[in-house]
Every structure is written in structure tokens, then in C-alpha cells.
């Protein structure tokens, strides 16, 4: 009976050894069949941890708001020789802002063409919101100002002149 506690525990710790847990999943050449995966890890880092110190993977994805989570694989993979599985999928939202760069054209009129008193007639900054759902202020860049003469037109039509002579005595018919 002595000999056959160690015995199991030595079997046991052979059988653990042969399928190694991972923490995260493999690439888009692995993920489950029919299913393209979109994302990449931006790190992935191979540890020992766990009850018998098994070889371990995390791997970090970084998505955005719009991105769909159902599309990281997490099939079973190989590495190594070993087998790897997904072991857990943890979530951590960050707190953070979503930027997207906006430019907006304000086309405004004025009575001169002075950049200077332009300049002063325009507000330094604006609130808007996009057709996206961005919100924010935008910030004038006053390199960006350009005038422009408005209001110049061109016309056509037929003109016709009369010359007169007065104080002839009578008409030249040569």
C-alpha cells in the first residue's frame, strides 16, 4: 500500500504532463473550422504555472468597441510537441477614450478680406458630433484659413453703339 500512493502520484503527474493547459488560444491558422479569425494577440507570453508547474501560454488581444470578441480562436493547438488548451478567457475593460480624427469646413461671409479681423470673427473652438456618434470640440487651426472673394458674376448680351457728328454741315459720302 506504501509503494502504491507514490506509484499513482508519479503516473498521474506523467498523465498531466502529456496535455499541457494554456491560458489563451492560438492563431487565425487554428482557430475552429469554418470560422476566420480577425484578431491577433499584441502579446503572448509562455509561463510555468499551476499545480504541477505545466507549461503554460497567455496570450492578450486588444479590441476595440466595435469588435466581436466570439471571433478570437480557441481551439486546441499544438506547439512544441505539446497539446494546448484553453484553460480560461478573461475580460478587462479599460477605460480609456476612442479617438477618430474630424475636419470640418465652416464657410462663413465677410465684408473684407483682411485675415486678420476674419480671424477675429471666428470661434477658437466648436462642439460637434459626427455621423458616427463622435462627439467633442474641434480646435481652429488658423494656417488653415484661406479667403476667397465671393459674389463676382459674368454676364453676356449684345451691345450695339450709335455715333453721332454734331455741327456737321451735312453727311460725308465718299
Not at 476566420?36 to 496570450?59: H, L, M, T, W
Not at 479681423?117 to 488653415?144: F, P, R, S, W
Request: glycine content about 6%; hydrophobic content about 30%; some cysteine.
Amino acid at each position: 500500500m506504501k509503494r502504491t500512493i507514490p506509484l499513482f502520484l508519479a503516473t498521474f503527474l506523467l498523465c498531466s504532463l502529456l496535455v499541457v493547459p494554456a491560458s489563451a488560444a492560438e492563431a487565425a491558422q487554428t482557430a475552429e473550422p469554418g470560422r476566420d479569425s480577425a484578431y491577433y494577440p499584441i502579446s503572448v507570453e509562455e509561463y510555468v504555472g499551476g499545480y504541477f508547474d505545466e507549461p503554460r501560454i497567455q496570450k492578450v488581444y486588444q479590441l476595440s468597441l466595435d469588435d466581436d470578441p466570439s471571433l478570437i480562436p480557441t481551439g486546441d493547438f499544438e506547439r512544441n510537441g505539446r497539446l494546448y488548451y484553453l484553460l480560461d478567457m478573461t475580460r478587462k475593460d479599460e477605460v480609456g477614450v476612442d479617438t477618430k480624427p474630424h475636419v470640418q469646413t465652416v464657410t462663413i461671409p465677410s465684408d473684407t478680406n483682411n485675415m486678420e479681423k476674419i480671424l477675429q470673427t471666428l470661434d477658437a473652438e466648436i462642439e460637434t458630433v459626427t455621423e458616427d456618434g463622435y462627439t467633442g470640440k474641434l480646435h481652429l487651426d488658423h494656417t488653415t484659413v484661406k479667403v476667397t472673394t465671393d459674389g463676382y458674376a459674368t454676364k453676356t448680351g449684345t451691345v450695339s453703339a450709335t455715333r453721332t457728328y454734331p455741327n456737321l454741315s451735312e453727311v460725308n459720302r465718299s
